[in-house]
């Protein structure tokens, strides 16, 4: 909301623009900054909230919230919690052994059906080319 304020996309009166940032630096207080780039990353929005704020210590406490989570280190990994995913083989040695046995039939299958479309294909073009 805004944002949309500050694009000039709604023309809300000074008290709710004033409520409005007031509402988003306790957020921010309470909660701490989730920093998207629709806040964090929008200098113009967090100077216009600040700007809003009644008082000039609550505009310094939220810019000093937002820039501890912006100038934040990045600490090293973190331990994972939780289970330790074990490798799972799925094989069937049955449905291997069948194959290997049956493979002289799948082949002769799949040639006789390849046959089949083939002479489809051919007979659907001998039919047009007498018309």
């Known amino acids: ?44 929005l967090r100077e216009m909230i600040a700007a809003l704020l009644e008082n000039q210590p609550a505009a310094q406490e939220y810019r000093l919230h937002l820039s501890r989570v912006r100038n934040a280190s990045v600490s090293g990994p973190r331990p994972a919690k939780g289970m330790k995913l ?28 390849l046959f089949i479309v083939l002479s489809v294909i051919a007979g659907t073009r001998k039919g047009t080319g007498k018309s």
């Not at 052994?97 to 082949?107: F, S």
Request: aromatic residues 4%.
């Open 1 to 44: 909301m805004l944002e949309t304020i500050r694009k000039g996309y709604w023309q809300a009166d000074n008290s709710t623009r004033k409520e409005l940032a007031q509402l988003h630096a306790e957020l921010i207080k309470k909660h701490g900054a989730g920093c998207s780039t629709f806040v964090c990353d929008n200098g113009k």
């Open 86 to 113: 074990k490798k799972q083989e799925c094989s069937r040695p049955e449905l291997n052994q069948l194959l290997k046995e049956n493979i002289t039939a799948l082949a002769v299958i799949g040639g006789i059906i």
